[in-house]
Nanobody
Framework: QVQLVESGGGLVQAGGSLRLSCAAS????????MGWFRQAPGKEREFVAA????????YYADSVKGRFTISRDNAKNTLYLQMNSLKPEDTAVYYC?????????????????WGQGTQVTVSS
């Protein structure tokens, strides 16, 4: 129903910033809540942030509150994650995802579609 492609990952020093983008296909982007998850080496995939269909409400994991900002541009079918004050522990593959049945979720199983991921590496 929807295809997602992440971009914007890379290597950055601690304290720096990156902006991830997730481009969605189709004309039904507005009907999906969107989220970001990440998976670090040797760890389970964890919730990072979520945003409701219109972008009116956002939700964050405690570990990124105050540093990361999730946003969406429904006219461009694009989801963003602005990451500031990056820490080495933020190093992970970041995945965007879309959920059709819920307004927002921090649960992996609630998301129906996933991108391929983009690597973020933060050096100390």
């Amino acid at each position: 129903q929807v295809q997602l492609v992440e971009s914007g990952g890379g290597l950055v020093q601690a304290g720096g910033s990156l902006r991830l983008s997730c481009a969605a296909s189709g004309r039904t982007f507005r009907s999906y809540a969107m989220g970001w998850f990440r998976q670090a080496p040797g760890k389970e995939r964890e919730f990072v942030a979520a945003i409701t269909r219109s972008g009116g409400n956002t939700y964050y994991a405690d570990s990124v509150k105050g540093r990361f900002t999730i946003s969406r541009d429904n006219a461009k079918n694009t989801l963003y994650l602005q990451m500031n004050s990056l820490k080495p522990e933020d190093t992970a593959v970041y995945y965007c995802c879309a959920a059709g049945a819920v307004s927002y979720s921090g649960r992996y199983s609630d998301y129906d579609y996933w991108g391929q991921g983009t690597q973020v590496t933060v050096s100390s």
